[in-house]
């Protein structure tokens, strides 16, 4: 019962998200890392149909068996997959037969939802409404990039919120945190994902973190005394970063004739200096922190600190690189792809932001990205 | 009057051809040759407003002022471009923008066209509908493109004609032609581009060309007999990309299980051995030349012998490179640009295919393409 | 006195081990991770001059401006370097003029090591050799990669030992480890590189290390057994990597008719089953522990165990990344960029190999490198 | 006898070219197109024993069968080439393995010389001598490109004389060409290369040619008078070439504190004002002729003015793309491979530099390179 109102809720919320689109916005792949809006909606549809209904739903047929070669991710054990490079060039799937897979796939899954499902099924159900809610934060920030890099600026949608003020944005007030023995990772009842699991003891030496974000003000005084131009605040692999792709300023930052702006839910807007900044790389806020003379927490100080933090406004660079905890395994089959193999080459991020969806912050979530991506509402929150 | 009708009838032309399209095959731009059939509207609009519009045209407001920015093609003169290969990225403006901005610009026109003009700016006109005629081959060419890689392959029409079929396809009926002092270029009354004027004379030595263009079949020989495993047929350049490529066979070709099939308007078909091979690029039209102990015929023996040939299903590729007539010289401003520029490391194409627009097809028409590209409807005549 | 030796004693080691080679040798680049060992002997030359003799040797003058240009590395902070990929195409300065400038420094250097030095000038004098130590070590392995890839496969000395031997190679050996707090990181007197720095308590849970590394006999059978054609035991980051560049074995292995050689100092080899893998990426390292049902050792559980294993013979990939340890803080001016600047994207290896320099092999060592290199003397130790 | 002489002069000359290098410089590949000169050494030397010794010369052993893998070049009939950007990379075989090389396929040479030959056999001869004469200037070509993009500009020999001065530069002066039919190709007796043969007939309408090549100082005024920022004067891939590489002059051209300054075989110099222009791509060259309201000559124009012309100080590019001459035939087998296979994308030079060897200056003679290529001694001749 409550698992058949989650499902309706979650699957409602993604299209729901996606209704101020025109059908062109549905369709295009600016860059590798941003999935047209039609594959987010085909591949969260795909992972019910491939995990829960073609296994366990008796007498059900694939609404096209062409679509698991077109909506499969990267799950390698379920079959070729699409190379994610070719996204942007599917103009089929229209959009519509799209809302009909979808439609077809609920459908299948109301009926199933009505029977009595073993409590693995209903962990299995679980993780896909997960698995979708993640998509929803992709699907907010993918949104943003395909309009927010379009020359003609359009807004997203009227109605969205404005991001919070930070009313003090001194940067000098500091949670103070005692060295000793704390305990990293879930515990409890309720939803989490492996890479949470393995819940054990890690020791902090003594260490303090900033009660507050980064406002966007705070990095335009970086930017304003030559932060951009300065190789001794960088990592070697974020200088060349910087260099090769001439970065000078965050990511839907514009100087246009000398007044800064950028890119919002609402089209192209003054900059607003009292905001936490978003959409920087690691190498920005690594780069941040040395030019203030601070560091990054680790992903261990942040979850300890943080029951005594307000945070959620935006995803925080730490300075830990993705690593499985002591006893992390992988779930048998392909279920067990979830996480385990993204941990190469990716730092973890701490929080949530204004696009996050509900179940998906929490002290113990573990967010990664590679350091050079920017598309994410990433923020910066200083340590020493 | 006539131009009102002709101009009429070439834009209706055009959207005409965009009618069976779902919105999302508007936009998608699958490799840099290929432009999303939306931007083709735009760009020929764009045309008429930036050169006949706001020039001539008193009180004529543009549209949109952005609208330059995202239709210009290489019109340098114009203004910075939409860097070519981001054209797939742009969702806005969104297809019924562009439908309303051929209406705005329609409707002007129409305006302008009731009204006495001079010589010249007829003759702009002329060029404009020639330009978009042009457009209307590419239209055909990218939509079949765009549906025939797309892992569903959708029909485009059922109401396409099917290729005809060449029923003599013994390859042994050959066209003599003396040798001898032979006029080219273009002569006499009506439209025709700056590339075919300058008449000369050229001289040529006894040559045969083939009657009929290669077929499907012949073609499927070659494969057959190893023509793409053996290098003494290709080019250096030719067999480097086939290796690159790893090329076997003409695009839209398929080997499914031991059939051979190929993507047609009307979806996915059995391979039609008898009518003409088309989507090869000049290096396996060179190559199979030399495997039948042939060559490709010039474009001035293409242009001797053609009042004596049928002609018109493919573009035929010839053994000269795209190059100025004696006497070339580009027009002033940016019509100038529209032909010279590209005289550099292409080949001449002569004939015309089953989507060549009317007046397209004429015996001094120079239309020319990079050897490696197969997206046009490209054969094969055989000269010796 | 002890300096002035130490002097003598490492740079001469440089020069013997370029003994064996023949001036071409000294020349090429053939990836960019390799470096010309011409370069490595004019660059640690260049330190010399930079750091010590041009701002501490009253009267010094430079050898030749222009190679501040040539020989630079990395170090921002002295000037414009040579793009690091266009090493291999300078055959200027030759070999002998590099030589030349070797002892021309090397004369003003035993001229400023019999004055009475300040413990500073010591300390970055120490830090030169050891610099010079570690690029010894790359001398080693890039010869080896230049004549180990040239079709003739040149020996580069028969008078280096071969590998050592692991005859109890059942695996089935374990050191266990009781969980605790340990303490990590350099202590007491001599030299240590920075990143070492900051002795800090680590927290670690019950764990167990294999007392031996892995053989080349036991990675054979993780290559005849398929794992390098499943999936599931690579990172996604690594599947990539295997299928991209066709990985099928470690670096200079060969399968020539059905017999596994490979590449030694000797020149081409029968594989030798029981001597300790090398030349293995992190992705393979961690696909074979995946494979074996095990998983690498941290950083931290190998410094704990290390003074009860035997280690040495090869650098042992962790599954730590390259981080900073609490407290880590850079030197001021050039000496600063050392290590820090590298601490993203690459992963820790502990331990030592058999082309290691003396004193580049103690417990706390931190040697790091990007997880798809394999030029090194990398190797295996499993966790549990 | 003749050929006795013959081969060894043409040996000798190439060795003797070498012989101011350094054996560092006999190893680099700086550019794909630059071929380390020990590779022209040993693959001049691979043609003889390739084709002449080993087929003809009863008893010959190769004198290492490796260096067919080293040392082809595009003849894929012979068997698996090194790939061509591998070239830089290969430190053995060591210059001084190649001399002996070269000393051991000359003492077979001339010892199968001193018997009978069929004419066959001597025309083979006398082909390989030519091709070594082609890797002459190639290897001049080359060695500049090493010295001349060495951040030291070291010079190449003192002893080279400096390019002819052009004293009459107003451009003004012009031979006028009648109309007519003009016979074009080789005839007579002598050696000429295939793409020389089936001469024929080529009907041109009135021209004229320049009298002097373009000489430093005019090119000078295009640059000053903003050449390189002008579209109007390029092709559009000629524009393409100069914005992505950034082109501003002619290659080896370099303004140093704003005095123009070029590489000369002598090291850097000030630029000559009086001199033929030299290292332009055809880009360049179309867009000089353009800006000076002219254009280049074709092939047929030039080989039918050449008689009245001074030439041979720089390779003329023209308005021709390399294509076969009306009956054109390949060799078969290997030989067959020279020319043929090179003819696409390329553009025709004629005349000569100051590097060509004897025998390769001739009215009939067909040089060609890709329309981007600036490293040989390529000039410009104006024609209206």
Redesign the interface.
Same mark, same amino acid.
């Given at each position: 019962m409550l698992l058949q109102q989650a499902y309706e809720t979650v699957r409602n919320r993604t299209t729901a998200i996606c209704a101020p689109l025109? %059908? *062109?916005? !549905? &369709? @295009?792949?600016?860059v590798v890392d941003v999935s047209p809006p039609?594959w987010h909606l085909g591949h969260t549809t795909w992972f019910f149909e491939t995990f829960i209904l073609l296994p366990h739903a008796a007498g059900y047929t694939a609404f096209d068996p062409?679509y698991n $070669? @077109?909506f499969n991710s !990267?799950y390698? %054990?379920v079959g070729a997959r &699409?190379i994610r490079t070719d996204r /942007?060039?599917?103009? +089929? #799937? =229209? &959009?519509e037969d799209i809302l009909r897979y979808r439609q077809y796939v609920d459908e299948a899954m109301q009926l199933l939802l009505q029977q009595e499902l073993t409590p693995d099924l209903q962990a299995l159900i679980t993780l896909g409404l997960h698995h979708e809610e993640q998509h929803q934060e992709l699907l907010y920030t993918d949104i943003k990039y395909?309009?927010g890099?379009?020359?003609?600026f #359009?807004p997203y949608s009227e109605h969205m919120p404005l991001p919070d003020t930070i009313t003090n944005n001194s940067g000098d007030t500091w949670l103070n945190m005692k060295a000793g023995?704390y305990n990293i990772g879930f515990a409890g009842e309720g939803f989490c994902f492996d890479n949470e699991l393995g819940r054990?003891? &890690?020791?902090l030496?003594d $260490?303090a973190l900033s009660t507050h974000l980064v406002t966007n003000g705070e990095y335009l005084d970086f930017i304003q005394s030559g932060g951009y131009q300065d $190789?001794?605040y960088?990592?070697? *692999? /974020?200088?060349d970063w910087v260099r090769q792709n001439q970065v000078t300023m965050p990511m839907y930052w514009y100087n246009i004739s000398g007044q800064w702006m950028h890119y919002t839910w609402q089209g192209l807007q003054p900059l607003l200096p009292d905001t936490p900044l978003a959409h920087i790389s690691?190498?920005e806020a =690594?780069a941040y922190a040395a030019w203030k003379g601070y +560091?990054l927490p680790t992903e261990f100080e942040w979850e300890a600190a943080a029951p005594q933090l307000a945070w959620g406004q935006r995803w925080e660079w730490t *300075?830990?690189?993705y690593?499985?905890y002591?006893?992390f395994t992988k779930a048998a089959g392909a279920i067990?792809?979830y996480n385990g193999? $993204?941990?190469?080459?990716q730092m973890v991020l701490r929080g949530g932001s204004e696009v996050t969806s509900p179940h998906h912050s929490r002290i113990t979530y573990r967010n990664f990205f590679h350091?050079a991506l920017r598309w994410q509402f990433t923020g910066i929150r200083l340590a020493r």
């Open positions: 025109k %059908t *062109e916005d !549905y &369709v @295009v792949q600016p039609k062409q $070669f @077109v !990267y390698e %054990t &699409v /942007g060039n599917l103009s +089929r #799937p =229209a &959009v395909i309009l890099h379009n020359p003609l #359009p023995i054990h003891k &890690v020791y030496s $260490f $190789f001794s960088w990592h070697a *692999e /974020g200088w690691y190498y =690594a +560091r *300075e830990s690189a690593l499985p002591p006893g067990g792809e193999k $993204f941990m190469i080459s350091p």
